[in-house]
């Protein structure tokens, strides 16, 4: 499967730990998005990379949330000290050239 | 603050009939809107998209009217199949960042 691709699909915690998930984009695309999304909802823009460099932050993605693509491929976001409030569908995205984007099947969080 | 309204939340269709699904948006920074579908448990999945500068947009029995004065745009959807039953949103975008509608969610009687 050459898609978008985030690990773990499903990630369930306890209020207060972190948590870390990775997206590995489509491999020739050089520009990644995180976004949230819970029920009944449409997805809510967090972050994007171009290539390695991140141009563009939500004030939705709070100090406790930190974004990386190290090498302007996988990219992992991380939740510190997670909340209730957190618990969401984080989706990831790339797209290349053209603004089409292509998105990952998600992880699913759940805080207790 | 919604960039991008949309509306029904939820739409009943019969199949062979024509499912139309209406955005708005304020802001004339916006240069690209796309329409995605999304099955529960996916992620969402591009359908079609449109630039200001086009009014109309057909791909298959998928068409995006697009009207610059009033800050609207709809998707229709032809001859609507079961197998479109699914939540379409509408997004805008400036290019770096994307902003969604709140979804419809498009039920599609045999």
């Known amino acids: 499967d050459t898609g978008v691709s985030q690990d773990p699909r499903h990630k369930i915690t306890k209020r207060g730990q972190n948590v870390t998930f990775r997206c590995d984009p489509i491999s020739e695309h050089n520009r990644l998005y995180w976004y949230r999304q819970t029920l009944g909802q449409g997805p809510e823009f967090l972050t994007y990379f171009q290539n390695e460099a991140q141009l563009e932050k939500s004030r939705l993605l709070s100090d406790r949330f930190s974004a990386e693509r190290p090498k302007g491929s996988f990219s992992t976001l991380e939740i510190q000290r997670t909340e209730q409030g957190d618990s969401a569908m984080y989706l990831c995205a790339s797209s290349g050239l053209w603004e089409t984007q292509y998105f990952g099947p998600g992880t699913r969080l759940l805080v207790l | 603050q919604q960039q991008v309204k949309q509306s029904p939340q939820s739409l009943i269709v019969q199949k062979g009939g024509i499912s139309i699904i209406n955005c708005a948006y304020e802001?004339?920074?916006?240069?690209?809107f796309p329409w995605y579908q999304q099955f529960p448990g996916k992620g969402p999945a591009l359908l079609i998209a449109?630039?200001?500068?086009?009014s109309e947009k057909k791909e298959g029995r998928f068409t995006i009217s697009f009207n610059k004065s009033a800050k609207q745009f709809s998707l229709h959807i032809m001859d609507s199949q079961p197998g479109d039953s699914a939540t379409y949103f509408c997004a805008a975008s400036t290019g770096n960042q994307f902003y969604f509608g709140t979804g419809t969610s498009l039920t599609v009687i045999p």
């Open positions: 802001n004339t920074a916006f240069d690209y």
């Open positions: 449109i630039r200001p500068d086009v």
